[in-house]
């Protein structure tokens, strides 16, 4: 079964809001988690790397503060895009690895966001 | 950068067809290399792997050699199902061990029974 809960599955939103995508561990502890963005037929882009407790290292180019990400809990990161406008339509997919070295990443089942 | 090239889909086979599914990457040193799928409505899940050269991953009929003289990982294999459609996602992790994947842009496999 799915170890990488994510949550909800699609999402419609108006411009201008803002819009929270929840990753949950289930049955492991993940002090590092990964947000990506998927667009049509094209690959998934890695967005940020979310650490548990501390501040997420966000890659070139992603708006930090248009793409919010805390990880509160070894079990729980959130990605909240604020000020929703219709080019962050996307797919966010969400992974996780359990802290072993060389442990596989898991992937949530992804959040299809669509901004009206 | 690290990258990773795959053949453009989408791909239609018949039921008990076989598959090739082309990859190629760059990359220093020796990443590791992957095959994830995409079912419709679900996330990825890891198909195959192999971390270093000449190793062959291989899962549910899928087999990848890693090549280093060629830099690829083509995925293959030998009699396809209705129920391998999806999406097949080639990827590499650089060597060092951090956990960032690179992926390819997916190839939409479809068979026809």
């Known amino acids: 079964g799915a170890v990488v809960s994510q949550h909800p599955s699609w999402v419609i939103c108006k411009s201008g809001t803002s819009v929270k995508i929840e990753c949950r561990s289930l049955d492991f502890q993940a002090t590092t988690m990964f947000w990506y963005r998927q667009f049509p037929k094209q690959s998934l882009m890695l967005m940020a790397t979310?650490?548990?407790?501390?501040?997420?290292?966000?890659e070139q180019g992603v708006e930090k503060d248009k793409f919010l990400i805390n990880h509160a809990s070894l079990t729980l990161s959130t990605l909240t895009v604020t000020s929703a406008h219709p080019e962050d339509s996307s797919f966010y997919i969400c992974s996780a690895s359990r802290s072993a070295k060389n442990s596989p990443l898991h992937f949530g089942n992804g959040t299809r966001l669509t901004v009206t | 950068g690290d990258s990773v090239t795959q053949m453009e889909g989408p791909v239609t086979l018949s039921e008990e067809a076989f598959l090739t599914i082309n990859c190629t990457y760059t990359a220093t040193g020796y990443p590791s290399l992957f095959w994830y799928v995409q079912y419709p409505g679900e996330g990825l899940q890891l198909l195959l792997k192999a971390t270093k050269a000449d190793d062959k991953g291989s899962n549910k009929g899928f087999e990848a050699t890693y090549r280093k003289e060629t830099t690829s990982f083509h995925l293959e294999k030998g009699s396809v199902q209705v129920s391998d459609s999806a999406v097949y996602f080639c990827?590499?992790?650089?060597?060092?061990?951090?956990?960032?994947?690179?992926f390819g842009k997916g190839t939409k496999l479809t068979v026809n029974p």
């Open positions: 979310s650490n548990e407790g501390s501040k997420a290292t966000y």
């Open positions: 990827a590499l992790q650089p060597q060092g061990g951090s956990e960032k994947l690179v």
